[in-house]
T-cell receptor, first 113, second 112 residues
Framework: NAGVMQNPRHLVRRRGQEARLRCSPM?????VYWYRQLPEEGLKFMVY????????ESGMPKERFSAEFPKEGPSILRIQQVVRGDSAAYFC???????????FGPGTRLTVL | GQQVMQIPQYQHVQEGEDFTTYCNSS?????IQWYKQRPGGHPVFLIQ?????EVKKQKRLTFQFGEAKKNSSLHITATQTTDVGTYFC????????????FGKGITLSVRP
């Protein structure tokens, strides 16, 4: 049973470009969470999605950031017009039920030049 | 908003020493979870505590949930170099859409 998969593992973008981060949850999991982690910092919650629905996006910046979890395919975290401050590790996690343990993917390390 | 605090951020111990760290929430939690992240890795679930005063053990690790469900502790007996990493606690508030609020973590280093 494959774990949570994220791609790409590393992504380099220039300021102003778009970044697309993908997350495939564990098989059977329909709850997906995105977190951002800066060096020496904890995990900051961004958004919680369930298939085709955004349940909680209270941690996501209102501008330039969006997330989706379509009926088919992976969850996508999209960052438009990236700035240097967006450089971070972005982790996706999934759970079988809300409130259960979360299984994390390996993360995407985004570097904005 | 809800805050989960872990202080200090770093701790260094000699191999074989015991280690205890604490996690404090500004609000009452429905449950608390602990995760471990190795350098360069991703967080891995360790345990979930749900009941007031609950104590759970995993080999040399002992986890406790406070009576008021606002704090938790992690105790490691006789640390080993394999215990190196960052330990995060994460709290869920009832009715908060199952959102976990993570503390900043405590990074443990173990001198052999």
């Amino acid at each position: 049973n494959a774990g949570v998969m994220q791609n790409p593992r590393h992504l380099v973008r220039r300021r102003g470009q778009e970044a697309r981060l993908r997350c495939s949850p564990m098989k059977g999991h329909s709850h997906v969470y995105w977190y951002r982690q800066l060096p020496e910092e904890g995990l900051k919650f961004m958004v919680y999605l369930q298939k085709e629905n955004i349940i909680d996006e209270s941690g996501m910046p209102k501008e330039r950031f969006s997330a989706e979890f379509p009926k088919e395919g992976p969850s996508i975290l999209r960052i438009q017009q990236v700035v240097r401050g967006d450089s971070a590790a972005y982790f996706c996690a999934s759970s079988l039920l809300p409130g259960n343990e979360q299984f994390f993917g390996p993360g995407t390390r985004l570097t904005v030049l | 908003g809800q805050q989960v605090m872990q202080i200090p951020q770093y701790q260094h111990v000699q191999e074989g020493e015991d280690f205890t760290t604490y996690c404090n929430s500004s609000t009452t939690l429905s449950n608390i979870q602990w995760y471990k992240q190795r350098p360069g890795g991703h967080p891995v679930f360790l345990i979930q505590l749900v009941k007031s005063g609950e104590v759970k053990k995993q080999k040399r690790l002992t986890f406790q949930f406070g009576e008021a469900k606002k704090n938790s502790s992690l105790h490691i007996t006789a640390t080993q170099t394999t215990d190196v990493g960052t330990y995060f606690c994460a709290g869920e508030v009832a009715g908060a859409n199952s959102k976990l609020t993570f503390g900043k973590g405590i990074t443990l280093s173990v001198r052999p």
